[in-house]
Each structure stands twice: as structure tokens, then as C-alpha cells.
């Protein structure tokens, strides 16, 4: 499979693009305009995983959900998050990327607007369904175009930087909108809010961003699509169900297994498949196979921290929703700044030392956290270690952004993009579901504030492990990706040394 972006009267070529920026070293005007639009995309929809979290009970009493329904308002969302990023991904290879990307933002506006308009149950879950769905269009769309604006080098990964910040700040920033929204106006205009932005980017995007289209005739591997998207459900359903109930319910149990089958299915199929939806060659690569796996476990530990200090800050210390969403900008912050040095120190030290030195700060900062007491002082070591936890986890992701996507041939781009975006999404999906149950297996049977800060605790003690644990891992398996600086006017090409 090969595509090519292609110029047109409403795009820059990559002719007129690219050695400009690569003698320069600056973005051109289209291509600033160009990343805002697909930055703000990104930010957008990962605002949307967490920004109706501590809206729940109010949007419960308004539409009627019971109170053990409530979960499927975010069960829903990232079923199809993170179930049908890839599929969407290897479509947008073949239909267009920007085409998809327009689709997608088309519809995360139309499902927005249901969902702030909702009056019942139904209507609010297929709402939330709907831009589940667009996030999985959208987010590995909006990668390869990207991509596809910025040759290999400093610029890229200066992208890239930024996007991974955005993508961590918007799951943070969404805790503090969705209490600001709640508690000032409604939690109806935690969906409202992105419909302006989806008619912004729907009439910018068509102008700054070129399209992509196949250079042959491509087919897509339905048996492997059906497979996979059918085990990530399944994997996901099973993994919230066991944070809702316990590790040994049956349906949990039940979900789990037939994912593992599932995804054994998918690598048959895709080792006998004329046009696989992911060639098992790729995942030979040490920088595609081991850079997703450290984006999976950056993402899961970083995320699941918010959720875990959100029920200390407030059934410990007794923060309201907004209280605690605005303890987390500091987070924010930090993540930001990581997005800023993750380019700059990748340029130093290589993306296997910025992944490994990443893990292991940002392992020391969560370890702090056990510390944490009903103390209301205890606020000071929480801001701190999110600080510089959220630094160390920002760069790790631009780490694993320009390590899993860089290197590769043009016919392989779009088939890293929609897997590096795939460990993204799984990775927030997941956080929350795997440290919820570390945390109700603590505490079952116990209420109170100590039993709380018990759970939260003990899954601090695992968040930390796993940083800890990737950091090995990585150090022992991944691969250094080595700095090639052909003769051409396009600028350093990052190559693996494994490719």
C-alpha cells in the first residue's frame, strides 16, 4: 500500500513545503495554521474522555439514568474510542485522511449537540456512541496529517511534542472543565462546547490541509478488521467491568477470554491475508512493537493517577469537583512543559534514553504520592510530584510518538499512525478500569476516608511499579533509533537500526 499527499489548489504541495522548512528550520504560515487546526482537534477529543466524569450525578438526575447505569455514559464513549481507532485508521489510508478527518468532526458536532440537547437515556448514549466513534475516526486521521505536513526531523518532533501535551493536558483539562461547566452553567454544555469547534475546524481544515490518496487500488481486510475491533470491545468491556464488579465475575472473566481468542483469531488471519490490516512485518520493527507498548503504559499510569488523586482529593480531604479539577492544572502545566523539552531533549540523548529517563522520573514522582495522609497539607507533596511526574510522562510520549512513527517507508505511515493512536487511546481507556479494581479490591468491604486512602494507595504503589517496569522493559528491548543525514534537501530522516 502506498500514499502520496497530494497538491491541489486548496493544499501546499510537499514540494513547496518541505525544503523550505528544512533549510529554515520554521514552520511556514499554512503549516502553524495547519497544526493549530489538527491541535485543536486532538485537545478537543481528549477533553471528551474525562471532561462528563464529575458531571455524572447531575446528568443522572436530569435524563434519568439509575445510579448503576451512570457508568455506560463513559463505558460507551471509549467502547468505541478505543475499539474502532484502528479499523478507522487503515480506512483513512484509503479513502482520504483528510476526508475522514472531516467526516469525523462532522459527526463529533451532530453527536455533541444530541447529547447537550438529550432529554432521555437512549438519546444521551447514542450521543456519546457517536463521538466515541469520532474520536476513533478523527485521532489517527489527524496523526497522519500530521505527519504527512511535516518532514522527518526537529520540526516534526516539535509537533509531535505538542500534540502529545495537548492529547495529556486535554485529559486533565477536562476535569476542570467539566466542573467549571457543571457548577456554573450546566453539565449540557460539556457536549455544546464542541460544537463551535467542530464548525471552525470543518471550515479551516478544507483550506490548510492537503489530502492524502492512494496511489493504487486498496482493499480493506474485513475479516481482520471484524477480529480485532471485536477483541478490543471485548477487552475493554471486560477490563470496566471488573473495576465496576470484581476480577472473578463471570461476564468479566467471560469478556477477557474471548478477547484472547479474539486477538489470537486476528494474528491468524492476518498472517494468511493478501492485504492485512496490519502486516505482522511491522511489528518485527523493535521501534513499532516496543514504542507502543511504552505509549500504552504511559498513558495508562498518567491517566489512572488523575482518577486515583481526584477520589483522595475528595473523599479524603473533602475537595468539591471544582476543588479537585482545579488541583490538577498544576498537572496540566507539567504536562505542557514536557511537551515543550520532550523534542529537546530526544535531540540530546535519543528517544530510547528520553523514554527510559522518562519512566524513571515519573516513577519517583508517583512513588512520593504514598506518602499522601489526611493531612490537608498533603496538598503540597500532591502538586509537586504531579508537577514533575507530568513532565517526566510528556516526555515519554513524545518519545514514543517519534519513536513509533519515524523510520518508516510512506506505504507504512498510516499503519504506524493508526497503531501509535490505537496505544493511545487503549492506554486511557484502560488506566481507569485496571487501577479502579487495584483500588476496590483494597477497600472492599470498608468505608470511610481511611479505607479510601488505603485503596488509593496501595494503587499508587502499582502505578508506580508499572512506570518502573516499562522503564526496564524498554531499556532491555527497545531498540535506539539512530539519526540518518542523507544528501537531500529534506532534512535528517530518523531511521531504525532494525528497520
Not at 481507532?85 to 469525523?104: E, H, K, N, P, S
Not at 470543518?202 to 492512494?214: Q, R, T
Not at 531533549?345 to 524513571?360: D, P, Q, W
Not at 499508587?460 to 531498540?479: E, K, P, S, T
Request: hydrophobic share 55%; with cysteine; charged share 10%.
Amino acid at each position: 500500500m502506498t500514499s502520496h499527499v497530494a497538491a491541489g489548489p486548496d493544499s501546499p504541495s510537499s514540494t513547496e513545503t518541505r525544503p523550505a522548512t528544512a533549510k529554515t528550520g520554521r514552520m511556514t504560515g499554512r503549516q502553524r495554521l495547519a497544526l493549530v487546526v489538527l491541535l485543536a482537534a486532538s485537545f478537543t477529543l481528549a477533553v471528551d474522555f474525562s471532561i462528563l466524569n464529575v458531571a455524572l450525578p447531575a446528568i443522572g438526575a436530569d435524563v434519568g439514568f439509575s445510579l448503576e447505569n451512570l457508568q455506560w455514559i463513559a463505558t460507551a464513549f471509549a467502547l468505541c474510542a478505543a475499539g474502532l481507532t484502528l479499523l478507522f485508521g487503515r480506512v483513512a489510508d484509503i479513502v482520504g485522511r483528510r476526508t475522514m478527518f472531516l467526516t469525523g468532526m462532522a459527526l463529533l458536532g451532530a453527536a455533541s449537540l444530541a447529547g447537550g440537547l438529550a432529554v432521555a437515556p437512549a438519546v444521551l448514549l447514542i450521543a456519546r456512541v457517536g463521538q466515541g466513534i469520532a474520536t476513533a475516526i478523527v485521532v489517527p486521521a489527524a496523526l497522519s496529517l500530521l505527519l504527512a505536513s511535516f518532514p522527518e526531523g526537529p520540526l516534526r518532533d516539535k509537533a509531535l511534542g505538542l500534540n502529545g501535551s495537548l492529547m495529556a493536558a486535554g485529559f486533565t483539562t477536562g476535569a476542570i472543565l467539566g466542573g467549571l461547566l457543571t457548577d456554573l452553567l450546566s453539565w449540557r454544555w460539556a457536549f455544546f462546547i464542541n460544537v463551535p469547534v467542530a464548525v471552525a475546524v470543518l471550515v479551516i481544515a478544507p483550506i490548510v490541509l492537503a489530502e492524502s490518496k492512494p496511489t493504487a487500488r486498496l482493499r480493506l481486510d474485513v475479516p481482520g478488521a471484524i477480529t480485532v475491533t471485536l477483541g478490543l470491545l471485548a477487552l475493554v468491556f471486560g477490563l470496566t467491568r471488573a473495576a465496576e464488579h470484581s476480577w472473578s465475575d463471570p461476564l468479566t472473566l467471560g469478556s477477557l477470554g474471548a478477547a484472547v481468542v479474539l486477538f489470537v483469531i486476528f494474528v491468524a488471519v492476518e498472517l494468511r491475508a493478501a492485504s492485512p490490516l496490519v502486516p505482522m512485518e511491522i511489528l518485527k520493527r523493535s521501534t513499532v512493537a516496543w514504542g507502543n507498548i511504552a505509549g500504552i503504559l504511559a498513558f495508562v499510569t498518567e491517566t489512572s493517577l488523575v482518577f486515583l488523586l481526584t477520589l483522595y482529593l475528595q473523599q479524603v480531604l473533602g475537595y468539591t469537583p471544582l476543588g479537585a479539577g482545579l488541583a490538577f492544572a498544576v498537572l496540566g502545566l507539567g504536562t505542557v512543559l514536557g511537551g515543550v523539552l520532550g523534542p529537546k531533549i530526544i535531540a540530546k540523548i535519543g528517544s530510547k534514553k528520553a523514554i527510559v529517563y522518562g519512566f524513571l522520573v515519573q516513577a519517583t514522582a508517583t512513588g512520593t504520592l504514598v506518602l499522601l495522609s489526611t493531612d490537608p497539607a498533603s496538598i503540597g507533596l500532591l502538586l509537586a510530584a504531579t508537577f514533575i511526574g507530568g513532565v517526566a510522562n510528556l516526555v515519554v510520549i513524545v518519545g514514543f510518538m517519534v519513536t513509533a512513527t519515524s523510520g518508516l517507508p510512506e506505504s507504512e505511515q498510516g499503519l504506524a499512525t493508526g497503531l501509535a493512536t490505537m496505544s493511545q487511546q487503549i492506554g486511557i481507556t484502560l488506566g481507569i478500569p485496571v487501577m479502579s479494581a487495584v483500588f476496590t479490591a483494597q477497600i472492599i468491604g470498608d468505608h470511610g476516608a481511611v479505607p479510601v486512602l488505603s485503596g488509593v494507595t496501595t494503587a499508587i504503589w502499582v502505578n508506580a511499579g508499572l512506570c518502573l517496569l516499562a522503564a526496564l522493559l524498554m531499556g532491555v528491548f527497545l531498540r535506539q533509533p539512530t539519526r540518518d543525514r542523507p544528501a537531500s534537501t529534506t532534512g535528517a530522516r530518523l531511521t531504525s537500526d532494525d528497520a
